[in-house]
Nanobody, 123 residues
Framework: QVQLAESGGGLVQAGGSLRLACVCT????????MAWFRQVPGKDREFVAG????????KYADAAKDRFAISRDYVESTIYLKMNDLKREDTAGYYC????????????????WGQGTQVTVSS
């Protein structure tokens, strides 16, 4: 089992920045893929960014390219999402997820999920 706990969300003005963190505990993550998703009430959960725990290959949704950066800290077993130049349309609940086998952007590929952290961007 893997437990995930997100933090770092909050209220920020458009153009500002936030760094989300996801602490991972439980089994070894060496062969896993991790990602951030986001969801607005009434809409499907959507992929934001993903990375391999080992190797560090990254993938971003078009909306996140050039503004967001996903990274991981081996010592702290933590995944980060640094978000710059935030826009109102980035307002959502942000969720950390871990996949045992997949490395894609589909919700169904991910086996473990955190409870989420809310990001609200004001104009």
């Amino acid at each position: 089992q893997v437990q995930l706990a997100e933090s770092g969300g909050g209220l920020v003005q458009a153009g500002g920045s936030l760094r989300l963190a996801c602490v991972c505990t439980g089994r070894s993550l060496s062969s896993h893929h991790m990602a951030w998703f986001r969801q607005v009430p009434g809409k499907d959960r959507e992929f934001v960014a993903g990375t391999n725990w080992v190797g560090g290959n990254t993938k971003y949704a078009d909306a996140a390219k050039d503004r967001f950066a996903i990274s991981r800290d081996y010592v702290e077993s933590t995944i980060y999402l640094k978000m710059n130049d935030l826009k109102r349309e980035d307002t959502a609940g942000y969720y950390c997820a871990v996949s045992k086998l997949g490395a894609g952007s589909a919700v169904g590929e991910y086996d473990y999920w955190g409870q989420g952290t809310q990001v609200t961007v004001s104009s």
